[in-house]
């Protein structure tokens, strides 16, 4: 311990704060990641693909305007989905079926959609309403296959040749999870396509001039399987809840890792105990409440302020200073004589410079690596201020601990305490027969007042006064 205290007291304090600091933020933001990966919420799982065949009534009565129509609002239809394609990389196919006698494939299963207007054109209206021909036809074209998601998309006008059979090829399309949509114009059975479809939400009935908004809502229904699923599908993004939680315990993390290592630096410089159970119980509460408190602060202004870059850096850096400023406060616990405002000055100036390096490192080094050597950025400065702004002060002490070895403490109304407690501002051997409380050094009305509890005798102190108190030599010095 001996060669600790002597490696280290060599180091001037602001650099020895700002080291501990820094390694200490280090550390939590490592527990931290952890934290992070813990509490990721699971991937969504893969989107869908949809293979749709597109079944189209042809039979006489599509003649004249309803076929053009449908001809039109089908190829819309299939524009639209090749336009989703593209931009989501999908492998979305679709097939083109027509009946009137029977059913017939005018297109293959295909997701080179561009393919397909040609063979939609193509079509021509004759014969009978074979509707079960038809669904057969679609149906077969789907049960190659393995696709989550398979549909057919009915178009119709009239009623089938035969109800009874177009009943069984819809419930035989069902069965093989297959699900149907229907478009039916007015002079339909929306009652029989009720059944055929197992659920009225998914038979959108339409009149010639409408065909392209039924085309729509049939598309939905097909495409956005939470309009009519009862279990839509999750996304991966976290609630704003689960966000607060993650970065609250992230920073919490990063400020217990910071709070205590100040507090040991604080005793290594100090030649004390590094850390007792009392100070690390005040100092793991405190510090964990100042960095949850941080942490949820600069997370509510990222998610309620528009997003813009500047505001986005600003909620980081007052987030961050919110955790300097309180460390720094929590400091003064721990420091004699180190004032409250000072301390949380200089913690949340040391915050808001740290997050700069922050922001730039995980720029540089992106999300893990960023972060890590951010946070130990973040630490050196909170720490480094938080020794500097102690340098202002009226008075202080110089223990001399031996050659070359020596501490400053600032004096003020808090009595420095001399003794062998944990407690002890300067801690003197107990086995050489000094009590827990020794003496006391304080400033008062502007008089450094040593009091001796070991004789009861006090004695004024001024600027260049020194105490010969065991091996210790104390030096007594003023700003003025």
């Known amino acids: 311990m001996t060669v600790l205290y002597r490696l280290w007291n060599n180091i001037p304090k602001p650099l020895l704060f700002a080291l ?56 819309q239809f299939i524009r639209r989905r090749n336009s989703s394609n593209l931009s989501n990389l999908s492998k979305d196919s679709i097939a083109v079926i027509g009946f009137s006698n029977t059913g ?12 397909l207007e040609q063979p939609i054109n193509s079509l021509t209206a004759q014969g009978g309403t074979a509707m079960h021909r038809g669904l057969e036809t679609a149906m077969r074209e789907l049960l190659p296959t393995t696709d989550s998601s398979r549909s057919i998309l009915l178009f119709t006008d009239g009623q089938p040749d035969n109800v009874n059979l177009a009943l069984l090829a819809g419930q035989s399309a069902k069965k093989q999870g297959i699900r149907i949509v229907a478009v039916a114009t007015n002079d339909a059975d929306t009652k029989l396509l009720n059944q055929i479809t ?70 290594l410089y100090l030649h004390r105990r590094l850390l007792t159970s009392r100070q690390g119980l005040i100092g793991t509460v ?13 997370q509510f202004i990222y998610v309620t302020i528009p997003a813009f870059a500047a505001l986005d850096i600003t909620s980081k850096i007052l987030g961050w200073s919110i955790l300097g400023s309180f460390l720094g406060g929590g400091m003064a616990v721990f420091v004699p004589n180190l004032k409250l405002g000072r301390a949380m000055l200089g913690g949340g100036m040391g915050g808001a410079l740290g997050v700069l390096g922050f922001w730039l490192a995980a720029g540089v080094f992106g999300d893990i690596t960023g972060r890590l050597l951010g946070a130990a950025i973040l630490g050196f400065f909170i720490g480094l201020m938080i020794a500097l702004v102690e340098k202002f002060r009226d008075a202080w002490l110089i223990v001399h601990w031996g050659l070359e070895e020596e501490s400053t403490i600032g004096l003020g109304a808090q009595p420095v305490v001399l003794g062998s407690s944990d407690q002890a501002h300067i801690y003197l051997p107990q086995e050489q027969g000094f009590p827990a409380t020794t003496a006391t050094i304080c400033l008062q009305g502007g008089k450094i007042e040593f009091n001796n509890k070991m004789n009861g005798q006090q004695q004024t102190l001024k600027n260049g006064s020194t105490l010969q108190i065991g091996n210790l030599t104390i030096e007594v010095k003023t700003a003025t």
């Open 20 to 75: 501990f600091a820094g390694g200490g933020c280090l550390i939590g933001a490592i527990v931290g990641e952890a934290f992070l990966n813990a509490t990721t919420p699971p991937p969504p799982p893969p989107p869908p693909v949809h293979s749709v065949s597109l079944l189209i009534d042809t039979s006489g009565s599509m003649k004249g305007e309803k076929l053009q129509e449908v001809k039109s609002s089908a190829i």
């Open 286 to 298: 405190g510090s964990i409440i100042v960095g949850v408190i941080a942490g949820v602060a600069g």
């Open 104 to 115: 017939y494939v005018v297109a293959q299963q295909t997701n080179n959609l561009t393919t």
């Open 198 to 267: 197992g659920n009225a939400s998914l038979v959108f009935s339409t009149s010639v001039g409408s065909f392209e908004q039924a085309f729509q809502k049939a598309e939905k229904a097909i495409y956005q399987s939470d309009i009519v699923s009862k279990n839509p599908t999750p996304v991966s993004k976290p609630s704003p809840a689960l966000s607060l939680l993650r970065i609250g315990g992230w920073t919490a993390s990063l400020g217990l890792g910071t709070g205590l290592a100040l507090i040991v630096s604080q005793n």
